[in-house]
Structures are given as C-alpha cells and as structure tokens.
C-alpha cells in the first residue's frame, strides 16, 4: 500500500438525532421498515423533533498523519468518532475507514466489568480479529505500557476511571491499528501518561498508522496535530494547518468570554457599554515599529512600541496598565506598571500610553498584544474587555504567517553558547 494511502476517507456525512425517546423509536423502526423493501432513509429535512448532529462533514486522514478535531462541547466531534468506529451509521454522506481500528472514544468502552484487565485484553483482541497467541505476544507490552501489573488480574469494575484509561489506550494502541480514534477520555489521565500516549500516537504514526485526535487541550493540539478540523453546530467551520486554525478558534473564544464579562457586569435593563466604560475606554491600539510606522509585521530583534489610545469619562486616580505578549493560546511576557512602579497619577480625558519593548526576542510566529487597565481604588477594578492587536514575526524563509516553526522551535531566541 502507498505510503501515504488514504485511511479514513469522510464525504459530505451527515448524522441527525430525534430529541424525544418515543418519535427517535418510531422514526427508527419506520426507517428499518423502509431499509427492508429497498427504500432510502435519506432525508433533506428534519422531521419533528430532530436535529443535525453532523451536517454535509468531509474530511480525509492519510498514512502517518494526525489529524486533530476541535470544537465545543455539543459540536459533533464525539459522534463523529463513533460513527467512524461503526457504532451508529450515518443518515447521509459516505464513510470508509480502510484498515484495523483501534479506539478510545468513551471511558472504558468495551469492557466488560465483571472480567479481569486480563481478561478484557483477549476480549478486545478477539473483536479486533487477532489470535490468542498473537495476544499472548502482545499482553507483557500491554500491561507494562498501562502500568497495571499489580491489578491486571482485578475485575475492571474495581478500576479507577485514570486506570480504565491507561488499559483501554494501551489495548487501542499496541493491537497493530490502522487507525487510531482518539477522545477527550485522555485527559482523565495523569500528566505523565498523557505525554507517554502522545509519543506513542508519534509512533503509530511513523509505523505508517493515522490517527484522528479529538481534544480541547489546544497545546496537545497544537503539539502532535499535522492538520486540525473545526466543528461548530455540527459543520466545519474551519480546517487546515494546525496553527492557524487553532489560532482563528482561540480568537473566537477570547471574543466569546469578552462578550460574556460584559453581560455579567450589566445590570438589568442596563447597557453594558455604560457599566464597563463609564470609567474609561480602550479605544484602540497602533502597533510600530523602531521608525515609528504603524505595522503589523516585525523581525526578530526589531523594537515593538505599543500605542493606547484611550479615553477617560471622570477622573481616573492611580491607574495601571497592563501589557501582554504572547501566542493566541499563552502569555510569553508582560509590561505591567503596577510592577515596574511607573505611572501617572491620573488620567483625565483623551490621550495616547505608548508601552516599548527595545528587542523583540520571538522566533518567527503570529502573536497578540493585549491591553487592559487597573486602578487601585475600589471604583476601578479593571476595564473589560482587554483588547488586544495581532502582529506577525517574519525571518528568513518565512511569509506572514510562520506558526508551523513553533512547535520544533519554541517561540522565544535566547543567546547560547556551544562548547566541545
């Protein structure tokens, strides 16, 4: 088979449930009825009371490639997962997944919880197709891999969830897979086996395997994933390079828990805009560089000057600003007044804060400036929502946008010296 053959190959599936148990009764034995006589069960429209869960999704894994999903909750991903491990059909679309699958998809899913951890092992092997003693081969880097020794000959109804965990990857992943189906369930594990499942996912995939990875751990995400898909309402909203689309989808959520501080901090009948600003307003913010011209595109080394333009509706005594810089999902370092005992003693009406760094000492990447104000006074919390300016590093070879460098490179050039 090609090196890069297609794996799971997804075309345009969609998959639709019925809210109410008895109509999702009927609907089904109306539509096992209709399969029987050679009938379709393919439909445009809903019926009463059902809704999309996946809608018109496509998509394709290849050899050694790990594909990510992200999405919130509610979004599809978990139902795409099962539909791809043949636990319910799609509705519409076509599905093919070529090759031995093994999945983590649910906590112990699978298991029989009366048996042993031995014993579940030959249990999923047997589903799987393989021989006992292509078991008996297996079962010493299984148990070892799960850390179970002392407990693999204990009901698994006894296991803990982070055991179940540990047993159920270990089994999905050492059963020579195809394919890999991945969930959030990983994340009921511990630190220390999360990162030995992730260098294990590296090496199925190396072996020639795919693996599709289902996470809202954005840097695990960003860590392992080759290209990501980003579900919303059951649809792609997005998908492509790993960064950019896990940069676009933090920027949503950012966006998102702004608009929900404003509407916590609004009174009833009120404006939020009148709450949050009565004090003051971020208006904007111009980002320049070591000249003076506003830009968006630096080199590693250049000066980074930041300008607030901000407003003030009374008298603001002692305040503070705080200045972040950092990658769409994490602060890399931050200017803040309070800390460096600089400020004015008050603001009062328009005027521009301009915040320099000399020497930008990030790799090339796209970032984000945030702003956000704080005063020492009961009356001035802090003014929200932050705002915040995107900007990109360029370097040799680079164009824009050169995030795909992170992940190997870091984000931050520290000088070193090399001795032998």
């Given amino acids: 088979m090609n090196a890069r053959a297609t794996l799971v190959q997804v075309e345009a599936v969609s998959k639709r449930f019925c809210r109410d148990l008895g109509r999702s009764l009927r609907y089904g034995v109306a539509d096992i009825c209709r399969e029987i006589v050679g ?207 896990v940069s676009a989808y933090l920027a949503e959520q950012e966006e998102q828990t702004n608009r929900r501080l404003e509407e916590a901090a609004m009174p009833a009948g009120g404006d939020a805009a009148e709450v949050l600003h009565e004090q003051m307003q971020i208006r904007r913010i111009e980002l320049r560089d070591g000249a003076g011209s506003v830009t968006t595109r630096f080199r590693k080394g250049s000066r980074l000057r930041v300008r607030v333009h901000y407003a003030t509706m009374r008298p603001i005594p002692d305040p503070h600003f705080i200045v972040s810089v950092g990658t769409p999902r994490e602060t890399l370092f931050v200017a803040d007044m309070l800390r460096d005992q600089v400020a004015p003693p008050v603001l009062d009406g328009e005027g521009v804060l301009e915040c320099v760094f000399d020497e930008l000492p990030l790799l090339p990447g796209r970032y984000v400036v945030r702003v956000s104000v704080m005063g020492k006074t009961p009356i001035v919390k802090i003014v929200f929502p932050s705002r915040r300016a995107y900007f990109s590093v360029e370097g040799p070879g680079t164009a824009g946008n050169a995030m795909s460098l992170i992940r190997s490179a870091g984000v931050v050039r520290v000088p070193s010296e090399w001795k032998w």
């Fill in 39 to 245: 009938g379709s069960v393919r439909a445009e429209r809903l019926r009463p009371g059902e809704f999309w869960a996946i809608r018109d999704v496509s998509f394709e894994v290849r050899r050694g490639e790990v594909v990510g999903i992200i999405g919130r909750n509610g979004a599809g991903k978990t139902t795409l997962l099962r539909m791809l491990n043949g636990l319910i059909k799609p509705n519409d679309g076509m599905l093919r997944v070529r090759g031995r699958v093994g999945a983590l998809i649910a906590l112990g899913a699978g298991f029989n919880p009366v048996l042993t951890g031995r014993e579940n092992i030959y249990v999923n092997a047997a589903v799987l197709g393989l021989s006992a003693r292509e078991v008996d081969r297996l079962l010493d880097a299984i148990i070892e891999f799960a850390e179970l020794r002392d407990f693999i000959d204990t009901p698994v109804q006894s296991y803990s969830s982070g055991m179940q965990v540990r047993l159920g990857f270990s089994i999905a992943a050492h059963l020579a897979p195809d394919v890999v189906l991945v969930d959030e369930v990983l994340a009921v594990g511990d630190y220390a086996f999360r990162e030995k499942s992730f260098a294990r996912m590296m090496h199925l995939c190396r072996s020639g395997a795919g693996v599709i990875f289902i996470s809202h751990n954005m840097a695990a995400i960003l860590t392992i994933c080759d290209r990501v898909l980003w579900l919303e309402a059951g649809t792609v909203r997005m998908s492509g390079p790993t960064e950019e689309v």
